[in-house]
């Protein structure tokens, strides 16, 4: 099972950023995603998820009408349409697939907006 994440970077106050999600290992369609993030000094905080069977995404408080959740079945990617950033959006974010009861995390992606 592996999941990598891509697009973080730097961005303005305001701008938009869309993170991808690149699973293999395991049946993705199945599987329930997760993507959640670490501010520095902070703890990891859940951001948005999408249950197995369920085709709608849910978010956190900070991430309702600014982000959006949505995956690729047939790609196996799953992406997090982040707009409207605030300098508290700065964090690393992860994706995260939970498969046979066990959570696989990735690396993480570096989203920065400076204050």
């Known amino acids: 099972v592996q999941v990598v994440e891509s697009g973080g970077g730097l961005v303005h106050p305001g701008g938009s950023l869309r993170l991808s999600c690149a699973a293999s290992g395991f049946t993705f369609s199945s599987v329930a995603m997760n993507w959640y993030r670490q501010a520095p000094g902070k703890e990891r905080e859940w951001v948005a998820g999408?249950?197995?069977?369920?085709?709608?995404?849910h978010y956190a408080d900070s991430a309702k009408g600014r982000f959006t959740m949505s995956r690729d079945n047939d790609k196996n990617l799953m992406f997090l349409q982040m707009n409207l950033l605030k300098p508290e959006d700065t964090a690393v974010y992860y994706c995260?697939?939970?498969?046979?009861?066990?959570?696989?995390w990735g690396q993480g992606t570096q989203v920065t907006v400076p204050s």
């Open positions: 999408i249950a197995s069977d369920d085709d709608s995404a």
């Open positions: 995260t697939a939970v498969v046979s009861g066990y959570t696989y």
